[in-house]
């Protein structure tokens, strides 16, 4: 089991470590899952998310690589932004999400989910012969912690002299935090929230982690609430929401495929789907009973048998339970009624607008 570089801080806080993605994880700490949720909701917890991939690409078509194994524009982008995007197969299905940071055109890096970093290095390693460019998995030099919530600008100003003020939502810039860098500074995360993501030198790991804790005012937050914060965003996960079986059309993401962009891998997929008409749907749904809507649970529309649960919770913020699935595109309409058997017993879902969650404080 592979551990991150902030693994001692964890265990010495009596976090409850669980395996994820080949890494032990802290899935929350001593004062709980819905408490970790209210403080990212309402002041700033720190996620350790060191176990995610990074990718860097550089040479003179690093730009043109990326946008082809990519579905959104990387070229559309300038200097020191950040956009979301897909990486997919020829058929148009998810090899995974992920972000682009785009530095300039011969400088490019992806950061891709921790459990599919091989299987998606392996992929796009494929196409980069076509390309005069270096493609390098970075993964293990780096290390990340998210600081998320209300009060991450006010506390994270203590400890940099970067005008954070500058540095716009899905935007980043190179800067010292605690006098360590410089580092990439990113007004990026995974929770609704106003928060930065703060790329660093694992050799600086504990001096940055330090200098946060230090402040007085972040609470550390485990994998269990980055769930139930980025649910009730809507924000997809990979392996529960979409996945190899699944396309950005049919995944409430056409936003982040671009079909007018050029070639890219799983374009003529997405454009004979897009003709033929999405079959599916991934919607959000809530429930009045007090139930838990759990992964995997069976749906029916209209009586008929409509796959599983894709992601489901009860809401710290809403105390709702609420949840994901897919319904046939007809039915995938807000108010519409699905069901969902719930240790034996059917109950009502109503098909509900995504994100659940309205009042984050990301800018």
Same mark, same amino acid.
């Given at each position: ?20 993605? *080949?890494?032990? =994880? ?18 700033? *917890? ?6 995610? *991939? ?54 490019? =890096? ?102 946060? =804790? ?150």
């Amino acid at each position: 089991m592979l551990k991150t570089p902030f693994y001692a801080q964890h265990v010495a806080l009596g976090a409850k470590m669980v395996p994820f993605a *080949g890494f032990e =994880m802290p899935v929350q700490y001593p004062s709980g899952i819905t408490a970790e949720h209210n403080t990212v909701r309402t002041g700033c *917890g720190v996620f350790d998310v060191s176990h995610m *991939g990074e990718f860097k690409i550089t040479g003179p078509q690093a730009m043109e690589f990326v946008n082809y194994v990519t579905s959104n524009n990387v070229a559309a982008l300038v200097s020191g932004q950040v956009h979301y995007s897909g990486i997919l197969y020829e058929n148009g299905t998810f090899v995974d999400d992920c972000l682009v940071y785009y530095r300039s055109n011969d400088h490019v =890096m992806m950061v891709v989910n921790a459990s599919n970093k091989d299987k998606d290095f392996a992929h796009i390693s494929k196409y980069v012969g076509k390309f005069d460019c270096k493609l390098e998995d970075i993964s293990d030099q780096v290390a990340l912690l998210a600081l998320q919530g209300p009060k991450a600008q006010a506390i994270l100003a203590t400890l940099t002299d970067v005008d954070l003020d500058a540095i716009k939502y899905y935007h980043f810039t190179d800067g010292k935090v605690a006098g360590v860098g410089p580092m990439i500074i990113s007004r990026t995360g995974y929770t609704g929230e106003d928060g930065f993501e703060l790329y660093h030198d694992v050799k600086d790991a504990d001096k940055v982690w330090d200098a946060i =804790m230090a402040t007085g005012q972040v609470q550390p937050v485990g994998l269990g609430c980055r769930d139930s914060l980025r649910l009730e965003m809507g924000m997809a996960l990979y392996g529960n929401d979409i996945d190899d079986t699944v396309t950005p059309l049919e995944a409430n993401l056409g936003w982040l495929v671009k079909l007018k962009k050029g070639d890219f891998v799983g374009k003529a997929a997405l454009e004979a789907q897009k003709a033929a008409g999405v079959p599916r749907k991934l919607v959000g749904f809530t429930i009045a009973d007090k139930a838990f809507p759990r992964h995997g649970y069976p749906v029916f529309v209209n009586g008929q048998p409509s796959g599983t649960v894709c992601s489901g919770t009860m809401s710290p913020s809403l105390q709702l339970p609420l949840g994901t699935c897919y319904v046939p595109t007809a039915h995938a309409i807000v108010g519409n009624q699905i069901e969902v058997e719930i240790r034996g017993k059917r109950l009502t879902g109503t098909i509900t607008e995504m994100p659940f969650w309205k009042h984050g404080s990301h800018k």
